[in-house]
């Protein structure tokens, strides 16, 4: 069974400044897909990035980007230029290949954007 | 708009008795999830769906049940072998292409208490 570790259960950080999450999982696949969701005060799950395995390059979306360690099986979202509206739950997700989209999420990283 | 629908927002179960939170998806979607999410903590799998008339159980099945008539609907109905249902529940759907690491969405969620 894969498990994932979020080890930061609250960070804050000011606005316009930089901040990473960190995500551990541990997995005997090869192949696999990792997520990372947001869940703002209206508990919306939005995706935030979707990072393959079997792909070298990190993925980006805006001012989101991810570092992704296969070997140390590491997941970190970098948040860039951060605002306001980034104050959310975090959570890592992973999917196994061929297994019909199934999540298994962390626990979550609770982010607080300062003024 | 395509979206999730899940209705109602709110929903209170009275000691015994059964409830059902509905879940409508207009995405075309293959598949389908139901999680279960406590206070600061992250989502955990009750039974999802990846074909009409067939579904699975997840981690916490236990005190739940669902079914799959159409494509579009996925209810959940929370039975009173529920003994702790008090929590906020999301549904989700994503495009099954036969392990190609789809995103699931999500629907805005229902809080489920007890009285």
């Known amino acids: 069974a894969q498990t994932v570790t979020q080890s930061q259960p609250e960070m804050s950080v000011q606005e316009a400044e930089t901040v990473t999450l960190s995500c551990t999982y541990d997995t005997s696949e090869n192949n696999y897909y990792l997520f990372w969701y947001k869940q703002p005060p209206s508990r919306q799950m939005i995706l935030v990035i979707r990072q393959e395995a079997y792909k070298q390059q990190n993925a980006t979306e805006n001012r989101f980007s991810v570092n992704f360690q296969k070997a140390a099986k590491s997941f970190s979202l970098k948040i860039s230029d951060s605002q306001l509206g980034d104050t959310a739950m975090y959570f890592c997700a992973f999917m196994k290949d061929n297994a019909g989209n199934m999540l298994t999420f962390g626990g979550g990283t609770r982010l607080m954007v300062k003024p | 708009d395509g979206g999730i629908t899940q209705s109602p927002k709110y929903l209170f179960r009275k000691e015994g008795q059964n409830v059902t939170l509905s879940c409508e998806q207009n995405?075309?979607?293959?598949?389908m999830y139901w999680y279960r999410q406590d206070p600061g903590q992250g989502l955990r799998l009750i039974y999802y769906s990846q074909i009409v008339n067939d579904f699975q159980k997840g981690d916490i099945a236990e005190g739940y049940s669902v079914s799959r008539e159409k494509k579009e609907s996925f209810p959940l109905t929370v039975t009173s072998a529920q003994k702790n249902p008090t929590a906020f529940y999301l549904c989700?759907?994503?495009?099954?292409?036969?392990?190609?690491?789809?995103?699931?969405?999500f629907g805005d969620g229902t809080r489920l208490s007890i009285l």
């Open positions: 989700a759907s994503s495009i099954d292409l036969g392990g190609a690491g789809q995103p699931q969405h």
């Open positions: 995405l075309n979607h293959d598949a």
